[in-house]
């Protein structure tokens, strides 16, 4: 039976998580601008109490649509300026009551440029157009950029496209300016607006003057005065791109793209006080590649969502919860999917949290680049939007069955949030026996391998957070030159084959927030070569609730040592005993023998050969576990990675076509019963 604090009482054993995805998807999309004919643009939403506001660019139009709290447009878009150009020179804030619509026309050449409108967000009449410089006097075309509001009035920021330089302009809740405009920066590239407590944070990027790109920041208060600039970058990026900035109620978080060294447009955050000083270190959000950065904060997470893998035709959105500490809760997801077709571009301002839930609004299309990289256009454009759960929602289990004596279900949770499956017999004491989270769908089908006889009685709980300790695991990586093939399809070997280099492979299960790879450091037992040698990125991997690390490679013939070794891992020492590998000993050649097929290999059989002598072994030594396939190309890299094979076995058929003539290596790799992997390696001249 399942109660409403989520708790089952069924008859089960231990939790051995193998979770399946289930029918049920992410949220399904609603469209919010899908005119075939016209390209239309997301420029933002807002929330007001009974419905939602969205703001696009519709061909040479800006245009709202009110959308209704289960996602259907009310009434028909209405246009409210033109001539923003692309990309749109606009802006989109709400207050309580109201929003303000801020965009500059384009098809001005003299005098004011720039201009907004008052639009009520639930009912009501459009306010008039109203300019936002009482005098273009000394001022070239007024480009708006952003604008925020403090709940009762407005701020909006514009750039003087002559002079660089950048101004804000109060704009009070029923459309008349507050005061004059304010100068705020110059030579910047991009900057975000948000309002916190009693003031609002605007944050821009400039070049500090020796090429690198560096994000600033200053208070601005709903009177004028602002504070002074500080710098909140600590690593400067080659390039710029769009910044974005959320509020926690304590701190500030501002997010900007960094291209430094081998992270190319990875994602940077930092928190900064609401006096407008950093709070803690940089953070690095995301190292893939990862623009247009949105967020909204939902009483207790952050969600981020940013544009992946741009420019590249197979873009798409991804998010992810961070904590006010900068943590991931859980894995990156997929917030919405491709729609009649089209898949999501970027969600710039396009994020709200509306006290209960999230709501995303994305635009859905291509963009046009010149010979040079630079964005000059865009292809389709469609506007949908997606509702997404808070982080605290309530996970529930559902369907809960006995089939076949095992216990069975259906976990219902919110996409990219962790949770530990505990245990309990007796109710007061809890065991962690796993953990679940989804990078996209928000049902799991989740099963108990273990018969429900075997314990007839057990407690299970879904609880938020990871709660089962990390867990370290060391093994070797030896390597062996086994020979070359020449003009035949056997390889020519001379014996002996020995190791002749090694590297250490730390995999690490369970943990919530995985380090860098640079920062995660081995230090081996005597003759091991290794004192606090950093992981090597190009050869470590990071994944949801696992990773590994990968140490530098020590050229040696004994191959690694046993013994105490210690990893310094997020700033501790983890110690870890690995017993002496046997390197000799259990170094054997699978003697490999490649059939081609009309200049493709079909398939990869091999004998056993005595590491030593060469002789034929009549079959595979007792401590080989498993046996790996494995094809580099001249072309590429590693093109084929057999699955893992019984060692028993005398041959592999190849699932993908490779071309011999393009092959540079065969592998013959195995693991032994020490845990340790094995790579005998044979070029192709």
């Not at 995301?286 to 247009?292: D, G, I, K, Q």
């Not at 498993?626 to 094809?631: C, H, M, P, Y």
Request: glycine share 10%; charged share 10%; hydrophobic share 40%.
């Amino acid at each position: 039976m399942i109660n409403t604090s989520g708790l089952v009482r069924v008859s089960a054993a231990t939790w051995i998580l193998t979770a399946g995805l289930a029918t049920a998807a992410n949220a399904a999309s609603f469209p919010v601008a899908t005119n075939p004919a016209i390209t239309e643009i997301g420029g933002g939403v807002v929330f007001s109490v009974t419905n939602y506001l969205a703001g696009f660019v519709s061909g040479t139009n800006i245009v709202v649509q009110k959308i209704s709290l289960s996602g259907d447009r009310e009434g028909e878009p209405v246009v409210v300026g033109s001539n923003p150009g692309f990309p749109p020179a606009a802006a989109f804030a709400a207050a309580a009551t109201n929003a303000l619509v801020a965009w500059s026309d384009r098809s001005v050449i003299t005098g004011v440029s720039a201009f907004g409108r008052i639009c009520p967000t639930q009912k009501g009449t459009i306010g008039p157009a109203f300019p936002l410089l009482t005098s273009a006097a000394g001022h070239g075309f007024q480009e708006v950029k952003t604008a925020a509001s403090d709940g009762t009035n407005f701020f909006v920021v514009w750039k003087d496209t002559s002079s660089e330089t950048w101004y804000g302009q109060a704009v009070a809740g029923n459309g008349t300016l507050t005061g004059t405009k304010i100068a705020l920066f110059s030579q910047a590239d991009d900057a975000a607006l948000k309002f916190g407590n009693t003031n609002y944070l605007v944050a821009w990027q400039a070049e500090d003057g020796s090429g690198n790109t560096h994000t600033y920041c200053r208070t601005i208060s709903p009177t004028g005065p602002v504070g002074s600039p500080t710098q909140v970058s600590l690593t400067g990026s080659s390039d710029h791109n769009p910044l974005a900035i959320g509020f926690d109620g304590t701190n500030y978080l501002v997010v900007w793209n960094c291209t430094s060294g081998e992270n190319e447009l990875a994602l940077y955050g930092r928190f900064v006080s609401q006096a407008g000083v950093p709070v803690g270190s940089e953070l690095v959000l995301s190292v893939e590649r990862a623009v247009f950065p949105t967020m909204a904060f939902d009483g207790a997470n952050y969600l981020i969502v940013w544009s992946h893998q741009l420019p590249f035709p197979e873009h798409s959105l991804r998010a992810r919860f961070f904590d006010t500490q900068g943590n991931p809760i859980g894995p990156v997801f997929t917030p919405c999917p491709p729609t009649s077709g089209s898949a999501p571009l970027f969600a710039l301002n396009g994020l709200v949290y509306d006290g209960t839930r999230f709501i995303l609004t994305a635009t859905h299309g291509d963009f046009i680049f010149d010979g040079e990289g630079d964005i000059i256009g865009f292809a389709g454009g469609d506007v949908y939007g997606t509702f997404i759960p808070k982080s605290t929602s309530p996970p529930a289990f559902t369907n809960v069955t006995v089939k076949n004596g095992l216990l069975q279900g259906q976990f219902s949770l919110v996409p990219g949030v962790t949770y530990t499956i505990e245990l309990s017999t007796n109710l007061p004491v809890w065991t962690p026996a796993g953990l679940l989270s989804s990078d996209g769908t928000n049902i799991l089908t989740i099963v108990d391998e273990q018969p429900c006889a075997e314990n007839p009685q057990l407690f299970y709980r879904a609880v938020m957070g990871n709660k089962v300790p990390p867990h370290f695991e060391l093994t070797f990586i030896h390597f062996a030159n086994g020979g070359h093939f020449e003009a035949g399809y056997s390889p020519v070997v001379q014996f002996p084959v020995e190791v002749s280099s090694y590297c250490v492979m730390l995999g690490v299960a369970n943990d919530s927030v995985f380090p860098d790879p640079k920062s995660v450091f081995f230090t081996g037992p005597a003759g091991s070569s290794l004192v606090n040698a950093a992981a090597v990125p190009a050869n470590s991997r990071v994944s949801t609730h696992w990773a590994q690390y990968q140490s530098p490679t020590v050229s040696t013939a004994s191959g690694a040592p046993g013994g105490t070794w210690i990893v310094n891992y997020k700033g501790k020492e983890i110690t870890l005993d690995k017993p002496d590998p046997q390197t000799r000993s259990h170094t054997v050649v699978p003697f490999p023998t490649v059939t081609i097929n009309n200049g493709l290999i079909q398939s990869v059989s091999w004998v056993y050969k005595d590491a030593t002598s060469g002789s034929a072994l009549p079959n595979a030594p007792s401590w080989v576990r498993s046996l790996f396939v494995q094809v580099d190309s001249f072309l590429g890299g590693r093109v084929y990675n057999s699955s893992e094979l019984d060692p028993n076995l005398t041959s592999h058929v190849l699932t993908e076509s490779i071309n011999w003539s393009e092959v540079s290596s065969v592998y013959m790799a195995y693991d032994d019963s020490l845990g340790n992997h094995y790579v005998i390696a044979f070029s192709k001249h």
